[in-house]
């Protein structure tokens, strides 16, 4: 990036109203701390007059921006590794090394993009080109694309699917938006032009039961369960009272409609029965017990849910955690604090001044989504190798160790058809929309992705026996196992068969043992292809994410 | 082929290997039970686990019709009573069959369960627990083959079928996960992709899986999180065992005669099936009847459904009782409600979950016993009162499990059953 656009891009604000910090004043602060001592050094060493001048004037503009700056000097933004490096220490744990560059580019491209490389792409990929992959996925029009799905199932749980909803986050990571304009639009509107209409699919799904609103609500963007606390104070957490869980009801029970309108009731309190057996209005509380006043809001003119989104800026906490959780849960396999929607005061982050200082951070980047999931991927703990040889298994909330995750359903049933087919693919919206198309037979059929992961028989039935996968091996005449069948030598064969599913090279013995399986195949080219191929497909090494 | 790290379990997937092959022209057993239809079986099944048979009537069962008549009120409908085998008790003259068995059969006719709305309904009845926002709850019937699973068996742990359009409902598997999910039979009563695709063979299918496995095998060496490729390797191991089975899907196996008495309708079709499963190791199975959701022209259907409800359960439970099944079985007809009181415009009758009756059958029952009373209209329950988590607690009960046990959701103990459940012991052996 040149100087220029750096320039450019710091001194261009976005308009933002809640955040403490804004961003382009965060980003000033950055590029004053590390540009003025390159230009001291140029000051003191430069020889020439006119370069010495120029310093001059320099500084001299670097101060004046500085003299601006009330706020302290920035930290390093999103450092995952310093925090998780010292908890290692404390805890004494000497964490495994990193992955090679195949097992960690496939796990990229999983995580960013719902797919394994294909076999060109793995070729290409050098391990010590990591960051600039990182960046270029990011930018990448696959991430925006598959990522929002993921964004959904965070947002709409079990209401995830809706296209129009999808479409929605597509757009909104396309543009960019933040965390917090997301929540907002999700809430609050406006529901106005095509693009963000369909923004109003999370309240749509919900709005004729205040209860599973309230759940809901909590769940997809605060990380708590309060539903306990409807009958009764939750019994295990002291944190959650029957006043949270009707506090959070309140800013939620004038909200009506379906069937894509969604409006305000101009009146209508959660109530509930008080221990004295009385009938109490609850007031409109948040999580962390802070009240708003009704008197607060202009009558008549505002929502109690601009109410709620507006305390959640406020008592940020819970809003930037569970996000910074909810998204550690997905590259991880397992929240910081997990469950992700238990987090309160008796069930802490297995690393606590990690989860905070992201969720800080994540704040001041004004949430920031690519700038997360990027310091999430850059970061060492996430490129850890799966394998653990040095006696017992440290615990996972540790993550001293890449676990093995099982794929979600979309991207095996993704995976499957790309390294099944004819190799064309490249990720091009063509590509894209056409994959959606033929994932749809395929999806039902797969277990979904748990944190308690359990394979069934019916998938395995589905895998073994399915027309849908004999399909997916038997069609096309430059298919894998078509393109195999045509090469006449056995290593050839095995080694683009290895590469081109597990997108990895061929190990010594590995191709030596298959050799030999090969030969004792008997049966004819083809179907030897497409019984190693099935073998390959649907072995462990390509049922998970390692 | 054996990558030299494991000898012992290349040995014994060659030996489960061999042993399917061979299978093929072998009458299969499971454990020691033939499953021959002609042999019962009786010794063996007595020692181990329970069995436990779900009749769902779907869109709700008339009580009036059934097993809470009111003869000659205004809200009995046309029917008359007749006696049954237990002095004092009469069931609707619709179920001949049965009033004979009722030695057999235990009746609660006073089931309060407060909800109406079929779906809503269906899961309270079958979760036995009120629908809570933030925690799925599995379905008693999955509960129960977690817990009454045999170690090491071929076959699922649960069956369900479902194959009329009315009400059709996939059981959830909830907290407890796909692995003890049921095998879903919607389509057809054999179980999707157990056939071996076109142009496979057998040897093939198998040699293709032995690589499959290694290949697993190997690849988990040494990773953090191997235990899931452990329960992705099972659940393929269960695919062989699965379609070994595919002749238990088959009533042309059975003789005629048999068929005949079960009837070759759906119901009765899903009801052989059941009892062929139930006898080869499965722990848990659901039949359904649908079309019961009478809102017009009430007696003219009940006068069609019940009489095949009533030959259909009255050979199923005298078929299981000579076979010596019946006692470690465990029967239960359900439905999300009853039907109302009133007599609508339409001659239909409503839903009504006020007041209303379960049949149930089998292992850890007192037979014949006829709990809780209804008033003289059939319009609330006078006596015994019971809700939709009291039978879950009951059937828990009965099938041999404690109630009261808990499992652990998260940081959450969850228990079986919902912490104010009564089990109605009036009822129990």
């Known amino acids: ?546 | 082929m054996n990558w030299g790290h494991s000898p012992e379990h290349s040995l014994h997937r060659r030996a489960f290997l061999h042993g399917s092959l061979a299978g093929l022209t072998t009458a299969l057993s499971f454990g020691n039970i033939g499953i021959s239809a002609a042999k019962p079986a009786a010794q063996s099944l007595r020692k181990r686990g329970r069995r436990v048979l779900f009749v769902w009537l779907a869109g709700g069962s008339s009580q009036f019709e059934t097993w809470d008549p009111k003869p000659g009120r205004e809200t009995g409908g046309p029917f008359r009573t007749i006696a049954t085998a237990i002095p004092g008790y009469h069931v609707c003259e619709l179920m001949p069959k049965l009033a004979t068995m009722m030695r057999d059969i235990t009746v609660i006719r006073s089931l309060n369960t407060g909800i109406s709305e079929h779906e809503q309904a269906a899961d309270l009845i079958s979760t036995g627990r009120p629908k809570e926002a933030a925690l799925d709850y599995p379905e008693i019937g999955v509960v129960l083959a977690k817990e009454l699973a045999a170690k090491e068996s071929p076959l699922p742990d649960y069956i369900s079928f479902f194959t009329t359009t009315e009400g059709r409902r996939r059981p959830r598997a909830g907290f407890l996960g796909a692995k003890h999910a049921p095998l879903l039979l919607e389509k057809s009563i054999r179980p999707e992709h157990v056939t071996l695709a076109d142009g496979l063979t057998e040897t093939r299918h198998a040699e293709r899986e032995e690589l499959r496995a290694l290949l697993s095998d190997r690849f988990a060496e040494n990773r953090a999180g191997s235990e899931m490729v452990n329960g992705y390797n099972s659940a393929f191991q269960k695919v062989r065992g699965l379609m070994r089975a595919d002749h238990l899907f088959d009533l042309n196996r059975e003789p005629a005669a048999i068929r005949d008495r079960y009837g070759r309708t759906p119901f009765g079709e899903q009801a052989l099936l059941a009892r062929r499963l139930l006898e080869a190791g499965v722990p848990v199975v659901k039949v359904a009847k649908g079309f019961w959701d009478s809102h017009h022209d009430n007696f003219e259907s009940h006068r069609e459904l019940v009489p095949d409800f009533d030959q259909v359960l009255s050979v199923l439970l005298g078929d299981l009782k000579d076979r010596g099944l019946l006692e470690s079985t465990l029967v239960i007809v359900l439905s999300e409600f009853g039907r109302t009181p009133v007599i609508n415009p339409d001659v239909g009758r409503d839903h009504f979950a006020d007041a209303w009756s379960v049949a149930m059958a089998g292992a850890g029952l007192r037979g014949g016993a006829v709990y809780g009373k209804t008033d003289a209209d059939g319009k609330t329950v006078t006596e015994g009162r019971a809700n939709a988590s009291d039978l879950a607690a009951t059937i828990y009960k009965a099938a041999g499990i404690d109630p009261r046990g808990d499992y652990q959701v998260g940081l959450r103990p969850v228990p079986r059953a919902k912490e104010d459940a009564k089990v109605i012991k009036e009822i129990l052996a």
């Open chain 1, 1 to 546: 990036m040149s100087l220029m656009e750096m320039l450019g891009r710091t001194l261009l604000p976005r308009v933002r109203s809640h955040n403490t910090l804004e961003p382009y004043e965060h980003r000033r602060q950055r590029l004053i701390g590390w540009v003025t001592p390159i230009i001291i050094h140029s000051l003191v060493l430069s020889r020439s007059t006119p370069m010495r001048l120029a310093s001059l004037l320099a500084l001299l503009f670097v101060t004046t921006l500085a003299v601006g700056a009330d706020a302290p000097m920035p930290r390093v933004v999103l450092d995952v590794d310093g925090q998780m490096e010292r908890h290692w220490r404390e805890a004494s744990i000497r964490p495994s090394s990193v992955a090679n560059g195949p097992e960690l580019f496939r796990r990229l491209l999983l995580d960013l993009t719902g797919r394994v490389p294909t076999a060109r792409e793995a070729d290409t990929f050098q391990l010590n080109q990591y960051a600039a992959t990182v960046r270029q996925l990011l930018a990448g029009p696959e991430f925006e694309w598959y990522f929002a799905t993921v964004l959904d199932e965070i947002i709409q749980g079990r209401h995830a699917g809706n296209d129009a909803f999808v479409g929605y986050l597509r757009k909104a990571l396309h543009d960019g938006k933040g965390w917090d304009i997301v929540f907002r639009e999700v809430m609050l509107g406006p529901w106005d032009t095509d693009a963000r209409k369909p923004a109003v699919g999370f309240l749509d799904k919900r709005a004729k039961d205040l209860d599973v609103l309230t759940v809901d609500v909590a769940r997809s963007f605060f990380g708590v369960d309060i539903s306990c606390a409807r009958c009764h104070d939750h019994p295990l957490v002291p944190d959650w009272k029957r006043d949270h869980y009707y506090g959070m009801a309140a800013f939620l029970v004038r909200t009506t409609g379906g069937k894509g309108s969604i409006t305000e009731k101009p009146d209508g309190e959660a109530k509930f029965a008080g221990k004295d057996g009385k009938e109490r209005v609850a007031p409109m509380m948040f999580l962390t017990s802070k009240v708003t006043e009704p008197e607060a809001q202009a009558k008549g003119k505002t929502n109690r849910r601009e109410a709620l989104v507006q305390i959640a800026f406020n008592e940020q906490k819970f809003f930037s955690r569970s996000f910074v959780n909810r998204l550690w849960d997905y590259f991880f396999g397992q929240g910081l604090v997990n469950p992700v929607d238990q987090m309160h005061t008796g069930n802490v982050a297995s690393v606590p001044a990690l989860l905070d200082r992201i969720a800080e951070d994540f704040a001041v980047t004004g949430y920031d989504i690519r700038k997360l999931v990027s310091a999430i991927v850059s970061s060492r703990t996430y490129r850890l190798d799966n394998h653990w040889t040095d006696g017992k298994l440290p615990a996972a909330g540790h993550f001293a160790v890449t676990r093995l995750r099982p794929l979600s359903q979309r991207q095996l049933a993704r995976s499957l058809v790309i390294v099944l087919g004819d190799g064309t693919f490249d990720g091009s919206p063509a590509h894209l929309t056409a994959l959606d198309k033929q994932t749809t037979e395929l999806l039902p059929a797969l277990d979904p992705r748990t944190n308690d992961f359990q394979s069934s028989a019916r998938e395995a039935l589905f895998v073994s026996n399915g027309e849908a996968m004999r399909k997916l091996l038997t069609t096309g005449d430059q298919n894998l196992v078509a393109r195999l069948a045509a090469t006449n030598d056995d290593r050839d064969l095995l080694k683009t068969a290895i590469r081109t599913v597990f997108a990895r090279p061929a190990t010594a013995s590995e191709l030596g043992k298959l050799e030999s399986w090969l030969k004792r195949h008997g049966g004819k080219r083809q179907e030897m292809c497409e019984d190693l191929v099935w073998s390959l497909v649907a072995s462990a090494e390509f049922r998970f994410n390692h």
